[in-house]
């Protein structure tokens, strides 16, 4: 969702505002814009559409030494120029804003009475004019005044013309960090965003404000009492968020799911069993107590956390419930006694998975997990237990290398859990080795591309695809859905095998692709049957087959054979083709496939 820069040097920033943006594409937007003070005067840039149509607006000299910027994803107000960010207040104070106020309503009224005039329609402005209404000559002494009357989750970057420039910024509920350089110190939403010009960086607490100036930075906490925090050196580089040889940051990512396992896996295994206390020093006791867990996460993550409930059921045999967390944080809940609370999620700070966390109150959990991609995310700084993904930075919009290492986390956990819950020694080895042959098999899949990029070629007309699965194929198939839909724009729906005829079968005809999974397992033939039952209404089907799923083929089926045994780690392999499948069809429809229209990386808001 939206990004924010903010830049304060001895230096011209407009580049660097720029590079940074640049860099904050991947959350997705769909508007962009930058500010900066120059000889006492604010001077601003923006644009519809791309960061690059923005950057061809700036001049190349533009001078300024002060500046913010920000990256728009609409929520209050139609993406357009007008409702682009920055906004300004009488020529004095610019803002840049992540989030929603919530009582902008209100706040907006009083402004109006008080004579302020608003050019946007977005709930942003009222922020720059309340600024305004308390400016004189202190700005983060405004802008506290400000945020004080505030309600939602945010976070803001403001700069101010004056005698002694200062930029200052705040965090309440959305993410924001300050760079950390020499003789210049700067902020954004993401450190990927300033890694070409700092790797030290001070993660904000909930409700902090930072004022940089031109003898440094300074941090208060929400009650304005002045604070310290930890610089945080960086191992990122720049390079992760560059395509290399590859077309797309998707297709990277795919093609980087061996390499992302494999670093998953490392020093967390050995031959035989998981190495102790991979989730932290508290694990061993939350493990031995629980009795129930509840996986809560959004989109792609909650496909994770439905596949791991077939794990954790049929390998522990411990009870597992899953749910979205829009849903679960809204809902009176019943929560058994010993419950661990486990969130998945790639970025660490989506809204929803994040508030679902903040609002347990049951004294029935013993324990909060965050299985996330993104270090020192809320989720992972706010969870008691905790295991990094190491998937390494995800740019495309549509998760991929996320998703399978969140699987393999989990299979982790299941692992972690049954070693202290006598699961049999050889069992726990065999998923082990499962575990360690993974990247190969993954490898080897990937060697499907250039027969799926054919198969591709079906889809590009059509205007829905169904796909189905069965066990723990179904959450499968519903990740393949949603791939297929959010880079393609075809409408794709997920269903259990066996619901087919319990509705959907009307919509089966010779326009319909039907896509399958077919694992060798007990399910086989109850599979056969519901392919049947789309053969005999015309429907095309497409099987992505396992080894030794013998199937009533027909002429017109499109089968690709997999080389990959069943396993527990079935479902993560299954996953290949079906993330090729969905890249190649959005290749041949020509869409915006790493930031699809709409849609946004991180979901900070609700
Ligand atoms: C995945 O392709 C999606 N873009 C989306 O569903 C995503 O998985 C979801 O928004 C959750 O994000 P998170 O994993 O960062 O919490």
């Not at 960061?51 to 913010?68: N, W």
């Not at 799911?257 to 490392?266: G, N, S």
Request: with cysteine; charged share 20%; glycine share 6%.
């Amino acid at each position: 969702m939206c990004g924010i820069v903010g830049a304060l040097a001895q230096r011209d920033v407009s580049s660097i505002l720029l590079e940074g943006l640049r860099r904050l594409e991947y959350r997705g937007y769909d508007s962009a814009g930058l500010a900066i003070i120059n000889q006492q005067k604010l001077e601003r840039f923006r644009a519809l559409g791309k960061v690059q149509q923005l950057t061809d607006r700036v001049p190349l000299d533009q001078a300024g030494k002060i500046g913010i910027a920000h990256t728009r994803w609409a929520t209050h107000g139609k993406p357009s120029e007008t409702n682009a960010h920055p906004h300004f207040s009488r020529d004095r104070i610019a803002v840049v804003h992540n989030g929603i106020i919530e009582n902008y309503r209100e706040i907006r009224e009083n402004l109006l009475a008080a004579g302020y005039e608003f050019a946007s329609e977005t709930d942003t402005e009222v922020i720059a004019h309340l600024i305004e209404s308390y400016y004189e000559d202190d700005l983060y002494a405004a802008v506290k005044q400000a945020v004080d009357q505030l309600r939602g989750a945010f976070s803001l970057g403001i700069i101010a013309t004056g005698d002694s420039p200062a930029l200052v910024a705040c965090r309440r509920g959305s993410p924001l960090v300050v760079g950390v350089g020499i003789h210049e110190n700067f902020i954004a939403s993401d450190v990927s965003a300033l890694l070409p010009v700092t790797n030290r960086f001070v993660y904000l607490d909930e409700g902090d404000f930072v004022v940089l100036n031109a003898e440094g930075y300074a941090l208060y906490d929400s009650a304005g009492k002045p604070k310290e925090l930890e610089i945080t050196v960086s191992e990122r580089t720049g390079d992760s968020t560059f395509k290399g040889n590859y077309r797309h940051f998707m297709q990277k990512e795919i093609h980087e799911q061996a390499r992302a396992i494999t670093d998953c896996l490392v020093g967390r295994i050995d031959t035989t069993t998981v190495l102790d206390s991979i989730f932290g020093s508290e694990s061993e006791a939350v493990f031995t107590q629980l009795q129930n867990i509840q996986i809560v996460a959004c989109g792609t993550s909650y496909h994770a956390g439905l596949v791991a409930k077939y794990w954790i059921e049929a390998i522990l045999g411990i009870s597992c419930q899953v749910e979205v967390a829009s849903e679960f944080r809204y809902r009176k809940t019943v929560v058994p006694k010993h419950t661990l609370f486990v969130t998945l999620s790639q970025s660490g700070e989506t809204a929803d998975t994040l508030a679902a966390l903040r609002n347990l109150s049951s004294d029935n959990y013993c324990g909060s997990l965050s299985i996330c991609n993104v270090p020192e995310s809320p989720l992972v700084r706010e969870s008691s237990l905790v295991l990094m993904t190491r998937a390494g930075p995800e740019i495309g919009v549509a998760s991929t290398k996320a998703f399978t290492t969140q699987l393999v986390s989990m299979l982790l956990l299941v692992i972690s859990i049954g070693k202290l819950r006598n699961l049999n020694e050889s069992r726990i080895a065999s998923i082990v080795r499962e575990l360690i042959e993974l990247p190969r098999q993954i490898e080897q899949l990937l060697r499907l591309d250039a027969q799926i990029e054919l198969i591709a070629e079906d889809f590009i007309d059509k205007q829905h695809a169904l796909f189905l699965g069965r066990g723990e194929h179904y959450p499968i198939a519903m990740e393949g859905a949603l791939k297929l839909k959010e880079i393609s724009y075809i409408h794709a729906e997920a269903y259990p095998a066996g619901e087919l005829k319990h509705g959907p079968l009307a919509l089966v005809d010779s326009e319909m692709p039907v896509i399958v999974v077919t694992p060798n397992d007990e399910l086989l033939e109850k599979l056969q049957s519901n392919m049947q039952e789309v053969k005999a209404r015309g429907g095309k089907l497409y099987v992505f087959a396992h080894q030794g799923a013998k199937l009533d083929q027909s002429g017109d089926d499109v089968v690709v054979e997999m080389d990959c045994e069943t396993s527990w780690v079935t479902p993560i392999l299954s996953t290949i083709p079906l993330q090729l499948l969905s890249y190649h069809v959005a290749v041949l429809r020509g869409t915006d496939i790493d930031q699809p229209r709409n849609l946004a990386k991180s979901v900070t808001v609700e």
